[in-house]
């Protein structure tokens, strides 16, 4: 499985930002897809994450302004990100579980004071 994330970038505080991911290769043994981040000398951490039924769960601290959201026909994983605080800043991402982990290269989002 190949995973191909992009839609990072600089934004104010308050601003949006969508990010995508798409997947090839084997993805019918896809499971679980998900974002993490990591922002600079921190561990990575689970933002959100998305089942192939449509079940999402979230991170405390983005919950009610991240939305994850899966398109199986594109084999796509998104993250719409509303409300950014400098706090989001970080290099994101794109996960899927596919009996192994599979990650993509992360995309840097900038959130500015």
């Known amino acids: 499985v190949q995973l191909q994330a992009s839609g990072g970038g600089l934004v104010q505080a308050g601003g949006s930002l969508r990010l995508s991911c798409a997947a090839s290769?084997?993805?019918?043994?896809?499971?679980?897809m998900a974002w993490y981040r990591q922002a600079p000398g921190k561990t990575r951490e689970l933002v959100a994450r998305?089942?192939?039924?449509?079940?999402?769960n979230y991170a405390g601290s983005v919950k009610g302004r991240f939305t994850i959201s899966r398109d199986n026909g594109k084999n796509a994983v998104y993250l719409q990100m509303n409300s950014l605080k400098p706090e989001d800043t970080a290099v994101y991402f794109c996960?899927?579980?596919?009996?192994?982990?599979?990650w993509g290269q992360g995309t840097l989002v900038t959130v500015s004071s």
């Open positions: 290769g084997s993805v019918l043994r896809i499971n679980v």
């Open positions: 996960y899927a579980s596919a009996g192994p982990p599979y």
């Open positions: 998305v089942t192939n039924g449509g079940n999402s």
